[in-house]
């Protein structure tokens, strides 16, 4: 949208700026600051998706006991912040449990973003949340930072489709206070429930450690159940399914088929011996009905 003169903006309610804040406050050389208009504010989808975040950390961080009435207020010295992503992400994170003052409080902060940060990878864009953002009661910051984490964390959680409010952003130039009017997304449409889901195995390896040795532990439970008839016992994944040979066997009783000894190596130790693995691996898809005597 086009920018404005200031002065459009001061016959404004004096409710646009943010809680505690005024727009005449000065911005050092080319800085910028959002606020929300009331209309804004009002806007029932936003009311909605503030709404949903609030009672999903409350639900998350009720055995805790900690509960947050407002996310303007109570997410900006990171403590509800430390105990939602460690709940989360089943991480301990070095940082203090009870930060009195205002340095305490922000160093907290920064330990837990960093840490998100790391969680979250480029999975989402982070530029529209910060440190400072955050701590000084940025609502539409906490908001994206928010639900960036349900989606990392509970991608099943229903957020309201398509939120996008009006915003009025403040630059301060070389000629002074400029002012624009733009549309923030908050929320995609569907919140991408129309795009392919991902790859089931790089959901898993984004889950807690503990939880991946868990769905180890039942894929190996699940291996040797179908390995037992052949006297066979895998105790190892990463180690025992190297060369191929307990998968082609695995392969061979899922599938109903059977391969003669002589046309594999079941110790393959040369590279010819491998390549023989190979072909028989390439060749087992065909092999539903076939059986070598």
Known sequence: MEPEPLYNLLQLPKGVALPGEEVEEELPQGGKKKYLPP???????????????????????????IVVRSLEEDMFDGLVLHHLFQTLSGLKLEAEEIALTTASQRRKLEVVLGAVRQSLGAEEPQDVWSVDAIFNKDLL???????ALARRFQP?????????????????????????????????????????????????????????????????????????????????????????????????????FFLHLKEFHLTPRSPAEMGSLTEALLGSSNLGNHTTS
């Open 39 to 65: 209309a804004s504010r009002k806007d029932p989808k936003f009311l909605e998706l503030q709404k949903v975040l609030t009672e999903w950390i409350n639900a998350t961080l009720l055995p805790e006991h």
């Open 141 to 147: 910051a906490t908001l994206h930072l928010l639900v």
């Open 156 to 256: 099943d959680l229903a957020l309201p489709p398509d939120v996008r409010v009006e915003v009025i952003t403040i630059e301060s130039t070389k000629g002074g206070l400029r002012s624009e009017k733009s549309l923030e997304q908050l929320t995609t449409s569907s919140m991408d429930k129309d795009q392919a889901p991902g790859d089931v195995f790089d959901e898993l390896f984004k889950l807690a450690p503990e939880k991946v040795g868990t769905v180890k532990e039942a894929i190996m439970s699940f291996v040797n159940q179908k390995l037992e008839r052949l006297g066979l016992s895998v105790q190892d994944l990463d180690t025992q399914f190297a060369d191929g040979v307990i998968l082609l066997l695995l392969i061979g009783q899922l599938e109903g």
